[in-house]
């Protein structure tokens, strides 16, 4: 029986949870690699989302509820062989509050790639399917390479010099024309300037002249995922209106979910096994808000060992006839050596 290569999906992806401390210097531990990626959220208290890659380095974030440009920061100071190391008291990363960080492993610091018309620096782990890429926009039509060798079924892009520009992403299951953004609740819409009507392959992905994915001058981070069996699956489902939700197969179980509806102005939802051990998960936080994480009785959300289920009739994931998409990351395969079982 055929099953993933990936046997311990949390090598490559792990949420790892912590408290802060207040204090100038935090070791947290438990992620289980040195991370390449790592996206912080107060989960008690409002504030900002923090990203930061192996690529920009830990000084420099990004925060996926706003516009704005890079900024150099005290907030992270390393990433560690088990983890990362905060480097500040702010309330952002290491206040008195429970937070949540999400963890992907890449290649390190990254290499030069010419696949592509644009020159970038690749950091891409062709195992998990996950890459860091940084280029500089051209303005014109034109092809970054990513490294996966894979096609890359998402794409999140944003520009590390503008705060006008937003976090404008390719999703396969909207087509090479469409657009949707992660710092926004708007629908997903159409345009040949975003992707150049063109989807990606398993060696680029190509621009359009939208200033968000290709301002001329623009230094951009993007951050790419190629689908791998029994590890992470990115796709869409359609809404049935009902508190028993669409049961969505990913063919493991979820360690990690977002959603997103596509057809309409929702945030873009975020779940995770780490924050609800058992079903119903309630606790969301929302990628495109500052918000402090919800835990009321609306929007819950079931994994199981094969798939995820709404069990709510709103909008935000399960409204009768509309559209969503998601990412999701295992935090165990269906099927292999160590198969899931259901929580």
């Given at each position: 029986?055929?099953?993933?290569?990936?046997?311990?999906?949390?090598?490559?992806?792990?949420?790892?949870?912590?408290?802060?401390?207040?204090?100038?210097?935090?070791?947290?531990?438990?992620?289980?690699?040195?991370?390449?990626?790592?996206?912080?959220?107060?989960?008690?208290?409002?504030?900002?989302?923090?990203?930061?890659?192996?690529?920009?380095?830990?000084?420099?974030?990004?925060?996926?509820?706003?516009?704005?440009?890079?900024?150099?920061?005290?907030?992270?100071?390393?990433?560690?062989?088990?983890?990362?190391?905060?480097?500040?008291?702010?309330?952002?990363?290491?206040?008195?509050?429970?937070?949540?960080?999400?963890?992907?492993?890449?290649?390190?610091?990254?290499?030069?790639?010419?696949?592509?018309?644009?020159?970038?620096?690749?950091?891409?782990?062709?195992?998990?399917?996950?890459?860091?890429?940084?280029?500089?926009?051209?303005?014109?039509?034109?092809?970054?390479?990513?490294?996966?060798?894979?096609?890359?079924?998402?794409?999140?892009?944003?520009?590390?010099?503008?705060?006008?520009?937003?976090?404008?992403?390719?999703?396969?299951?909207?087509?090479?024309?469409?657009r949707i953004r992660l710092n926004l609740t708007d629908a997903a819409t159409t345009g040949q300037t975003n992707w150049n009507s063109t989807t990606p392959t398993s060696s680029v992905f190509s621009l359009g002249t939208n200033l968000d994915v290709n301002g001329s001058g623009e230094n951009i981070i993007a951050y790419c995922f190629a689908e791998k069996q029994g590890f992470s699956k990115f796709?869409?489902?359609?809404?049935?209106?009902?508190?028993?939700?669409?049961?969505?197969?990913?063919?493991?179980?979820?360690?990690?979910?977002?959603?997103?509806?596509?057809?309409?102005?929702?945030?873009?939802?975020?779940?995770?096994?780490?924050?609800?051990?058992?079903?119903?998960?309630?606790?969301?936080?929302?990628?495109?808000?500052?918000?402090?994480?919800?835990?009321?009785?609306?929007?819950?959300?079931?994994?199981?060992?094969?798939?995820?289920?709404?069990?709510?009739?709103?909008?935000?994931?399960?409204?009768?006839?509309?559209?969503?998409?998601?990412?999701?990351?295992?935090?165990?395969?269906?099927?292999?050596?160590?198969?899931?079982?259901?929580?």
């Amino acid at each position: 029986m055929a099953y993933s290569v990936i046997k311990k999906p949390s090598d490559y992806f792990n949420t790892k949870l912590y408290t802060g401390n207040s204090s100038s210097t935090h070791a947290v531990t438990g992620v289980g690699f040195q991370p390449d990626l790592s996206w912080f959220k107060n989960r008690t208290g409002a504030g900002s989302h923090y990203l930061f890659d192996a690529i920009r380095g830990v000084t420099k974030s990004i925060s996926s509820d706003t516009t704005s440009a890079e900024a150099t920061q005290s907030y992270l100071s390393s990433f560690d062989t088990d983890g990362f190391t905060l480097g500040s008291a702010s309330n952002n990363v290491n206040g008195a509050y429970n937070y949540a960080s999400w963890n992907w492993l890449a290649n390190g610091t990254g290499v030069a790639n010419t696949d592509g018309d644009i020159a970038s620096t690749v950091s891409a782990n062709t195992t998990s399917g996950f890459s860091i890429v940084s280029y500089t926009g051209t303005g014109a039509n034109a092809t970054v390479g990513h490294g996966l060798g894979a096609v890359p079924k998402v794409i999140i892009t944003k520009s590390r010099s503008n705060s006008s520009y937003n976090w404008t992403s390719y999703f396969a299951s909207l087509g090479n024309t469409g657009r949707i953004r992660l710092n926004l609740t708007d629908a997903a819409t159409t345009g040949q300037t975003n992707w150049n009507s063109t989807t990606p392959t398993s060696s680029v992905f190509s621009l359009g002249t939208n200033l968000d994915v290709n301002g001329s001058g623009e230094n951009i981070i993007a951050y790419c995922f190629a689908e791998k069996q029994g590890f992470s699956k990115f796709g869409s489902y359609t809404g049935n209106g009902n508190a028993d939700g669409t049961f969505v197969y990913t063919g493991f179980k979820p360690a990690f979910v977002m959603i997103k509806r596509t057809d309409s102005a929702d945030g873009w939802q975020m779940f995770d096994n780490k924050r609800d051990l058992s079903n119903p998960g309630i606790h969301r936080l929302e990628a495109d808000s500052s918000a402090a994480e919800y835990t009321g009785q609306a929007d819950h959300l079931d994994m199981y060992s094969n798939g995820f289920k709404p069990r709510y009739s709103g909008g935000n994931l399960n409204g009768s006839g509309a559209t969503y998409i998601y990412m999701a990351f295992a935090e165990q395969p269906l099927v292999g050596d160590n198969p899931a079982t259901a929580r």
